[in-house]
């Protein structure tokens, strides 16, 4: 079965992700809010058709994918025009890293105007997006999945079925909280040994052959801290606004999750203190700011 | 050079690391408090002779090497009596996971009789130390680590020189508290998403091939919570004093490090709900009981 | 003008507060989910008349309060059939102590049938009730608190004014989220001091003679917990949930607040450990079993 | 019987302390570190002799009275030429708000002279100390402290004997480890309130009729947050210590005090922002920049 497919926000993930839909043949509209961004993109280079108006995107399609950075803004996307638009059995596949709440909130909108919805978070980051490698997180049910898996293939490394609606979001939420937490403690961790007289490195070496390794302390750690490089890859605000996404299931959830909370805080003040464009890593910078030091090595 | 060597405190670890050092042939002399340890042991079977009180074990060796559980037992171990015993020109090992303020005084009170100090915990667990691969962290001067390396070998498959006194026990401490934070995290971030309807075997799963992924979760959690195993590896208690040991050391020095302190305390907590014999990884029972669940899968 | 009212929700906090309100001579309804709770009620004594069902009470009256223990119950009570039974130009008040959002939606579900909402928790305890003085917190438009103030002055001895729909509950939920956390970190504070050999009666009498004090220190400690009365007059269960929301506002509006954070999981701790009659006070319970102590003296 | 009194720091607290001792008749030695202070004081004015060094003045007394910023400003104080120049059979009493492991220390090296040790630090502030209404608390010996009682009551209002020595000093730490959680925490109240619409003069006016209220919200927030006014009275940098101390004491004794240590981390982050000379109140303007609000009406 062939799908007509739009694709909405084409962003630094969803601009490679809509060149591997055109470039795997399938009929393909694109939108995004900076215009520009989208005739200049790839998928417009191999055939994708740019839509004037997300409206008129979600119009044309069987299968609307949306990429955006909060659910707040594909709950923004969807006023009552746009759901209009949505062809009656149709689709909404949500690849944003959002929240389940606001998740079940647009599913029950499409429901009643007969269009399906599934929350598919991807990580990977822009490299896996360019290579078809990302994971996809599923929130939804099975037959929605299957509907879709062809498309979901054309970035795909895998794809895991995790729940229901939501069940996505949360899941890429709890696990970059992790990623939040894990750069922010490895930092004190460094900056603690070295009050202690040991040199980051010599720290950073011990522990990467040792049990308090992470993702950070391997590849993160020796790459962008040590060497000061600080590489702008993801930003800082969307990982606080992930870890605050773990948090508040938490929290609605009455469980006690004091290191996903304080993950979410000390993420929250790092954001605060270096704006919008800092990278998730640099977060980093306010442990050496706060411990009077610099990890560097 | 040819050196006798007492080794004193033949735990879990300590006695296999006993044990390399007779098969290296070392002149050896050992002790442990409960002394049907000491004549019961490989070492002894290799060829160690077993020393009726601390102090003979001490008054018969160039280097003096223990393994006890914490600072303060080294430091009641070493009495007057057994001060005196050292022998001018000796150096004590000190392999205990300790702390590096009280290696400090310990070290004075040797240095004020011509004994040389270096602390040089250890890491790689039991399995490590049968094979002789440990990892030891050396803090002390260079030339008295020079002096050892050719013993530490017998048990060593790296040996890493961290800086001045105390700083082979504060890399240690801060690795342990890294590990100790991230049991406790993947556990509430399991939990969390569980809570959202996700299976923790599909988290872990994800986790484990993304950006949240630890040692803990890539090992401890799918051979030991998943399966409800939890074997008794490495006692809670232990990690319980390794994350207060760096805690303590961040506190000390003035460092704001709320992400070491809360895994101090949560250890603190777990212990005290378990009890002296439950395993590090166990410390997850205490956040299934918090959270109404059980992360199995 | 007279007012036809209706009570719902007939608690430790309801019962007095309609007991007053059948005194005060208004014309009251009165209903409670066990039923027998509102025949043997003193308001039913005082002259209110017993409705079968809330929708029977609902649809007798111009100004309808509900009492209840979560904004959650106040919404699982409006159902469809209870929502049509509402007067037209009636008002629900809502003394609840609730969440802001759930209460936003609640109005949003009245505003369509013509009906006006303020909530309206209410501090000050049974002893409050029962004597008419009662802080009282409303959150909605001026206009509709004014509607309803003469009837709230049968048991209110202020009457605040907090801003637009859910500040009532929002500076309810923040006060309560002190209150947790000053009875927990004063009892880490004796027995922190405990620990250095200060006898907890008098670290108490110090500290409130200083600047540590608070309304936990002044009156709960010396009555409640040297003497280990611990009278149930709160429920912890409720303390916890009054934390939750606390928190929970600032997660979702983004803003790091670190010790409401912990205080919420705290309380959620403690709930969890000591069950659902526990007194809000035994959550020094959990701190003395963790520190391995009694404060009393 | 008639006593020589050597007072060693006329700071802020200090400088009156030692105007009441001049003032109350006893033969008074004073010494400061910057000379001007001592010789331009109101003890000097009042007929105390200035001592031309610390080992002058403490050469020239049988009780010796320190009030310096930390325990270890005291320790260095009394190096090997001071304390030899400690008369046999007098006392120190150290009235910094200092730390119960340092002054364990300095006990031990003035025992071993024959010179008794009290810790006694005060509360009450500036206007306490001129005032003579200061509270001290006092660790050591019942009988060290009859010895010194008539001079204490020069300036203090209340005498507490709290334990052994160093019991003053936490419990003094542990008041101070309160004050300073409850500024943050009731800053934090004020600004997730006013998220959810509430005007912070109208939180804090409930919250002072209400069960969150402490020494901090009805006596520091009226008048120096909502004013703006933020009048220096008492240095961060202190508070900052003081928390840390109290938080030490529940680390090294091995006790979980979650709320204690995140207290200290939070003042030292504050201290960290906001540098040497701003008071322990405007740590309130940390939440607020994390906040983005201000709390003023």
């Known amino acids: 079965m062939s799908h007509s497919v739009a694709f909405l926000g084409l962003g630094a993930i969803g601009a490679p992700m809509a060149a591997r839909l055109a470039a795997a043949g399938h009929a393909l509209t694109i939108w995004n809010r900076t215009a520009g961004r989208a005739s200049a993109s790839e998928a417009a280079a191999g055939g994708a058709r740019v839509a004037p108006s997300a409206t008129a995107a979600i119009a044309a399609a069987d299968v609307v994918i949306t990429c955006l950075p909060e659910s707040r803004d594909v709950a923004a996307l969807l006023d009552e025009t746009a759901l209009d638009a949505f062809r009656a059995g149709s689709i909404l596949v949500d690849c944003t890293s959002g929240d389940p709440a606001t998740s079940r909130v ?8 007969d269009v399906a919805f599934v929350d598919a978070p991807v ?13 996809v997180m599923v929130g939804g049910e ?5 509907r879709v898996r062809p498309i979901l293939e054309a970035f795909a490394g895998k794809i895991v079925h995790c729940g229901a609606i939501g069940a996505g979001h949360a899941l890429k939420a709890v696990n970059n909280a992790l990623l939040a937490l894990h750069v922010w403690s490895t930092a004190e961790a460094l900056a603690t040994a070295q009050a202690a007289g040991v040199d980051p490195a010599i720290t950073l070496d011990v522990i990467n052959a040792s049990s308090g390794r992470s993702n950070a302390s391997m590849n993160l750690f020796p790459e962008r801290v040590l060497t000061g490089a600080f590489p702008r890859t993801f930003r800082l605000a969307l990982l606080d606004k992930d870890a605050r996404i773990a948090a508040g299931i938490a929290r609605d959830a009455a469980l006690p999750a ?11 003040v790092a954001h ?16 050496e700011r706060w411990m009077r030091t610099e990890l560097r090595g």
Chains 1, 2, 3, 4 share one sequence.
């Open 106 to 113: 647009i599913a029950q909108r499409l429901a009643a105007r």
């Open 123 to 135: 990580s990977g980051g822009v490299v896996g997006a360019v290579a078809g490698t990302l994971t």
């Open 142 to 146: 099975s037959a929605h999945l299957e």
């Open 258 to 268: 004091p290191t996903l909370q304080l993950a979410a805080d000390l993420m929250a």
């Open 272 to 287: 605060r203190e270096l704006g919008e464009e800092a990278d998730h890593v640099e977060a980093v910078r306010v442990v």
